[in-house]
Protein backbone atom coordinates (compact mmCIF):
# COMPACT_ATOMS: atom_id res chain seq x y z
CA UNK A 1 0.00 0.00 0.00
CA UNK A 2 1.67 3.52 -0.51
CA UNK A 3 0.29 6.32 1.33
CA UNK A 4 1.56 9.64 1.78
CA UNK A 5 2.74 9.44 5.41
CA UNK A 6 3.06 12.47 6.85
CA UNK A 7 -0.91 12.57 6.46
CA UNK A 8 -3.60 10.79 8.40
CA UNK A 9 -5.02 7.77 7.52
CA UNK A 10 -8.64 6.49 8.17
CA UNK A 11 -8.67 3.12 9.82
CA UNK A 12 -12.70 2.56 10.44
CA UNK A 13 -14.78 5.02 9.82
CA UNK A 14 -19.15 4.64 9.96
CA UNK A 15 -20.11 8.19 10.40
CA UNK A 16 -20.33 9.45 13.39
CA UNK A 17 -17.56 7.16 14.87
CA UNK A 18 -13.70 7.14 13.22
CA UNK A 19 -10.37 5.85 14.19
CA UNK A 20 -7.52 7.78 12.60
CA UNK A 21 -3.85 7.13 12.51
CA UNK A 22 -2.22 10.75 12.52
CA UNK A 23 0.80 10.12 10.38
CA UNK A 24 4.44 10.17 10.06
CA UNK A 25 6.81 12.53 8.84
CA UNK A 26 8.73 11.62 5.93
CA UNK A 27 11.37 14.60 6.91
CA UNK A 28 14.35 14.89 9.35
CA UNK A 29 11.88 16.42 11.87
CA UNK A 30 11.16 13.23 13.71
CA UNK A 31 13.75 13.08 15.97
CA UNK A 32 13.94 9.81 18.27
CA UNK A 33 11.97 6.35 17.36
CA UNK A 34 8.95 6.77 15.13
CA UNK A 35 5.51 6.53 17.08
CA UNK A 36 2.38 6.06 16.03
CA UNK A 37 -0.18 8.62 17.13
CA UNK A 38 -3.83 8.00 16.92
CA UNK A 39 -7.44 9.76 17.34
CA UNK A 40 -10.62 8.48 17.84
CA UNK A 41 -13.62 10.45 16.97
CA UNK A 42 -17.23 10.02 18.21
CA UNK A 43 -20.07 12.55 17.37
CA UNK A 44 -17.99 15.54 17.08
CA UNK A 45 -15.66 14.88 19.92
CA UNK A 46 -12.36 13.89 19.79
CA UNK A 47 -9.61 11.76 22.15
CA UNK A 48 -6.13 11.61 21.06
CA UNK A 49 -3.85 8.16 22.05
CA UNK A 50 -0.04 8.63 23.14
CA UNK A 51 -0.23 11.86 21.03
CA UNK A 52 3.92 12.31 21.55
CA UNK A 53 7.03 14.53 22.11
CA UNK A 54 7.94 18.16 20.77
CA UNK A 55 8.97 16.98 17.40
CA UNK A 56 5.74 15.32 15.97
CA UNK A 57 3.12 17.76 17.47
CA UNK A 58 2.86 20.10 14.76
CA UNK A 59 1.89 17.36 12.60
CA UNK A 60 -0.45 15.68 15.20
CA UNK A 61 -1.81 18.72 15.70
CA UNK A 62 -2.39 19.56 11.30
CA UNK A 63 -3.94 16.13 11.36
CA UNK A 64 -6.18 16.42 13.63
CA UNK A 65 -7.56 19.77 12.59
CA UNK A 66 -8.52 17.88 9.14
CA UNK A 67 -11.02 16.01 11.17
CA UNK A 68 -12.17 18.35 14.24
CA UNK A 69 -11.97 21.70 15.80
CA UNK A 70 -8.88 21.31 18.29
CA UNK A 71 -11.48 23.29 20.88
CA UNK A 72 -13.37 19.62 20.64
CA UNK A 73 -10.74 17.40 21.85
CA UNK A 74 -12.27 16.45 25.04
CA UNK A 75 -9.76 14.13 26.19
CA UNK A 76 -5.73 13.47 25.76
CA UNK A 77 -5.05 9.11 26.94
CA UNK A 78 -1.51 8.39 27.78
CA UNK A 79 -0.33 5.03 28.04
CA UNK A 80 2.58 5.64 29.93
CA UNK A 81 4.88 8.49 31.36
CA UNK A 82 7.39 7.85 28.55
CA UNK A 83 8.83 11.02 26.62
CA UNK A 84 7.78 9.67 22.87
CA UNK A 85 4.53 9.27 24.74
CA UNK A 86 3.58 12.59 26.90
CA UNK A 87 6.83 14.47 26.01
CA UNK A 88 4.63 17.56 24.16
CA UNK A 89 1.98 17.88 27.11
CA UNK A 90 2.30 21.26 27.69
CA UNK A 91 2.36 22.09 24.45
CA UNK A 92 -0.99 20.18 24.37
CA UNK A 93 -2.69 21.90 27.33
CA UNK A 94 -2.22 24.81 25.35
CA UNK A 95 -3.53 23.57 22.24
CA UNK A 96 -6.09 21.58 23.36
CA UNK A 97 -7.61 23.75 25.99
CA UNK A 98 -10.68 21.33 27.11
CA UNK A 99 -9.28 18.54 26.83
CA UNK A 100 -9.17 16.19 30.12
CA UNK A 101 -5.46 14.19 30.95
CA UNK A 102 -5.95 10.31 31.65
CA UNK A 103 -3.10 8.96 33.04
CA UNK A 104 -2.10 5.73 35.60
CA UNK A 105 -2.42 7.35 38.71
CA UNK A 106 1.02 5.87 39.53
CA UNK A 107 2.32 9.32 37.09
CA UNK A 108 0.04 11.84 38.37
CA UNK A 109 2.55 13.18 40.90
CA UNK A 110 5.86 13.33 37.86
CA UNK A 111 3.37 15.69 35.92
CA UNK A 112 4.25 18.85 37.08
CA UNK A 113 8.14 18.15 35.49
CA UNK A 114 6.76 18.75 32.29
CA UNK A 115 5.31 22.19 32.81
CA UNK A 116 2.02 21.38 33.24
CA UNK A 117 0.58 22.62 36.66
CA UNK A 118 -3.16 21.98 36.04
CA UNK A 119 -3.72 19.12 38.53
CA UNK A 120 -7.72 19.82 37.96
CA UNK A 121 -7.43 18.12 34.30
CA UNK A 122 -5.96 15.16 35.15
CA UNK A 123 -8.20 12.28 35.92
CA UNK A 124 -6.22 9.14 37.42
CA UNK A 125 -6.80 5.64 35.92
CA UNK A 126 -7.04 3.65 38.83
CA UNK A 127 -5.14 0.18 38.76
CA UNK A 128 -8.47 -1.62 37.59
CA UNK A 129 -8.79 0.29 34.53
CA UNK A 130 -12.21 2.81 33.94
CA UNK A 131 -14.38 3.69 31.08
CA UNK A 132 -13.93 6.41 29.17
CA UNK A 133 -17.26 7.88 27.52
CA UNK A 134 -16.56 10.28 24.23
CA UNK A 135 -19.39 11.16 22.53
CA UNK A 136 -21.82 8.11 22.43
CA UNK A 137 -18.69 5.03 22.93
CA UNK A 138 -17.72 3.71 26.18
CA UNK A 139 -14.04 3.30 25.49
CA UNK A 140 -11.83 1.22 27.87
CA UNK A 141 -8.56 1.85 29.48
CA UNK A 142 -7.23 -1.82 29.66
CA UNK A 143 -4.49 -2.55 32.52
CA UNK A 144 -1.90 -3.61 31.01
CA UNK A 145 0.78 -2.90 33.89
CA UNK A 146 4.63 -3.49 33.34
CA UNK A 147 4.21 -3.98 29.60
CA UNK A 148 6.73 -2.18 29.81
CA UNK A 149 5.88 0.81 32.95
CA UNK A 150 4.56 0.03 36.16
CA UNK A 151 1.47 2.02 35.74
CA UNK A 152 0.55 1.23 31.68
CA UNK A 153 -2.46 1.14 29.79
CA UNK A 154 -3.99 -0.12 26.69
CA UNK A 155 -7.69 1.43 25.14
CA UNK A 156 -9.96 -1.15 23.64
CA UNK A 157 -12.35 0.67 21.43
CA UNK A 158 -16.20 -1.37 21.05
CA UNK A 159 -17.05 0.48 18.15
CA UNK A 160 -13.92 -0.06 15.92
CA UNK A 161 -13.15 -3.15 17.71
CA UNK A 162 -9.64 -1.74 17.49
CA UNK A 163 -7.08 -2.37 20.56
CA UNK A 164 -4.22 -0.05 21.02
CA UNK A 165 -1.70 -1.12 22.79
CA UNK A 166 0.78 1.13 23.54
CA UNK A 167 4.32 -0.48 23.55
CA UNK A 168 3.21 -3.86 23.05
CA UNK A 169 3.75 -4.77 20.00
CA UNK A 170 6.23 -2.46 18.97
CA UNK A 171 8.40 -3.22 16.01
CA UNK A 172 12.21 -1.34 15.14
CA UNK A 173 12.26 -0.73 11.29
CA UNK A 174 15.92 -1.34 9.67
CA UNK A 175 16.71 1.99 7.55
CA UNK A 176 14.34 2.84 4.77
CA UNK A 177 11.73 0.65 5.35
CA UNK A 178 8.30 1.73 6.93
CA UNK A 179 4.97 -0.16 6.38
CA UNK A 180 2.15 0.85 8.26
CA UNK A 181 0.31 -2.54 7.77
CA UNK A 182 1.46 -5.79 8.48
CA UNK A 183 1.30 -8.31 5.78
CA UNK A 184 3.51 -11.23 6.13
CA UNK A 185 3.87 -11.63 10.07
CA UNK A 186 6.88 -13.57 9.99
CA UNK A 187 9.11 -11.13 8.72
CA UNK A 188 7.52 -8.75 10.53
CA UNK A 189 8.04 -10.53 14.18
CA UNK A 190 11.78 -10.12 13.89
CA UNK A 191 11.40 -7.02 14.20
CA UNK A 192 9.53 -6.51 17.20
CA UNK A 193 11.66 -9.88 18.56
CA UNK A 194 14.10 -7.71 20.50
CA UNK A 195 12.35 -4.96 22.14
CA UNK A 196 9.99 -7.73 23.77
CA UNK A 197 12.49 -9.44 25.15
CA UNK A 198 14.31 -6.73 26.82
CA UNK A 199 11.83 -3.81 27.60
CA UNK A 200 9.71 -6.10 29.16
CA UNK A 201 10.47 -7.53 32.66
CA UNK A 202 9.43 -10.93 32.72
CA UNK A 203 6.71 -13.68 31.60
CA UNK A 204 3.78 -13.35 34.32
CA UNK A 205 2.50 -9.73 33.61
CA UNK A 206 2.64 -10.90 29.85
CA UNK A 207 0.45 -13.55 30.41
CA UNK A 208 -1.65 -11.49 32.87
CA UNK A 209 -2.22 -9.40 29.96
CA UNK A 210 -3.31 -12.02 27.64
CA UNK A 211 -5.95 -13.47 29.75
CA UNK A 212 -7.48 -10.10 30.35
CA UNK A 213 -7.49 -9.15 26.98
CA UNK A 214 -9.32 -13.02 25.92
CA UNK A 215 -12.83 -11.74 25.88
CA UNK A 216 -12.55 -8.77 23.50
CA UNK A 217 -14.02 -8.63 20.11
CA UNK A 218 -10.41 -7.42 18.23
CA UNK A 219 -10.14 -6.62 15.19
CA UNK A 220 -7.50 -4.83 14.47
CA UNK A 221 -4.54 -4.15 17.20
CA UNK A 222 -2.37 -0.81 16.65
CA UNK A 223 0.63 -0.39 18.53
CA UNK A 224 2.53 2.98 19.47
CA UNK A 225 5.66 1.76 17.25
CA UNK A 226 5.64 0.24 14.14
CA UNK A 227 2.88 -1.50 12.13
CA UNK A 228 -1.10 -2.25 12.61
CA UNK A 229 -2.29 -5.66 12.76
CA UNK A 230 -5.59 -6.82 11.32
CA UNK A 231 -7.62 -9.49 11.55
CA UNK A 232 -5.64 -12.76 11.47
CA UNK A 233 -2.03 -10.43 12.32
CA UNK A 234 -3.47 -9.57 15.43
CA UNK A 235 -4.45 -13.24 16.09
CA UNK A 236 -0.93 -14.04 15.05
CA UNK A 237 0.77 -11.54 17.03
CA UNK A 238 -1.44 -13.17 20.40
CA UNK A 239 -0.06 -16.55 19.85
CA UNK A 240 3.25 -15.41 18.92
CA UNK A 241 3.45 -13.39 22.38
CA UNK A 242 2.03 -16.71 24.24
CA UNK A 243 4.90 -18.38 22.40
CA UNK A 244 7.60 -15.91 22.99
CA UNK A 245 8.91 -17.95 26.06
CA UNK A 246 11.18 -16.48 28.54
CA UNK A 247 11.80 -12.19 28.40
CA UNK A 248 13.34 -9.47 30.54
CA UNK A 249 15.00 -10.53 33.60
CA UNK A 250 14.68 -14.66 32.76
CA UNK A 251 16.21 -14.13 29.45
CA UNK A 252 18.98 -12.02 30.83
CA UNK A 253 19.95 -14.75 32.85
CA UNK A 254 20.48 -17.18 30.72
FE1 LIG B 1 7.60 3.24 26.63
FE1 LIG C 1 6.98 4.00 23.17
Not at 154 to 160: E, I, N, Q, R
Not at 209 to 223: A, K, Q, S, Y
Request: proline share 6%; charged share 25%; with cysteine.
Amino acid sequence: MSLRIHKPYILYDDGDHKFVWLGLDESEAEKGILANQYMVVDSGHGLLIDPGGYYVFQRVLENVSEFIDPARVDALFFSHQDPDVIGSLNILLDVFPDATIYISELWVRFIPHLGALDIKRIKPIPDQGMDIVLGKTTLKAIPAHFLHSPGNFHLYDPASKILFTGDLGAAVFPPNTWYLFVEDFDSHAKLMEGFHRRYLPCRRPLDKWLETIRGLDIRMIVPQHGAIMEEDKAEKFLKWLEGLGEIGVEHMEK
